[in-house]
């Protein structure tokens, strides 16, 4: 019976550890914004792929479609090194002059 209680105990401790890290871990995650670029430029990437160029002798669009996917991949990896910088970096102090604060004079 002690080693069921041991066991949940332990299972418990690292069940609000690895919780406590998660939360502490959004505290600086980049702007969820980001995210919503890589799917829109993913989407974009799929619609290009899916475009027909009717009458056309070839589908390729004069080679435009292949260098357009190629710079939103490239975008891509841009947006992932912005999120990778915003993750480390610590968000600014929240006073609103920069300036430090100091005590009114005294009358």
Request: charged residues 25%.
């Amino acid at each position: 019976m002690k080693r069921i209680f041991t066991v949940a105990a332990v299972g418990s401790a690292l069940a609000f550890g690895a919780a406590g890290a998660f939360y502490a871990g959004i505290a600086y995650a980049s702007d969820p914004r980001l995210d919503q670029a890589v799917d829109n430029c993913n989407k974009a990437i799929a619609l290009l792929e899916a475009a027909t160029n009717e009458g056309a002798r070839k589908n390729d669009f004069h080679g435009h479609r292949r260098e357009a996917i190629k710079e939103i991949k490239d975008g891509i990896a841009e947006i992932e090194k912005a999120k990778t910088f915003d993750d480390k970096s610590p968000p600014p102090p929240a006073s609103g002059s920069g300036k430090p604060w100091t005590p009114p004079p005294k009358k």
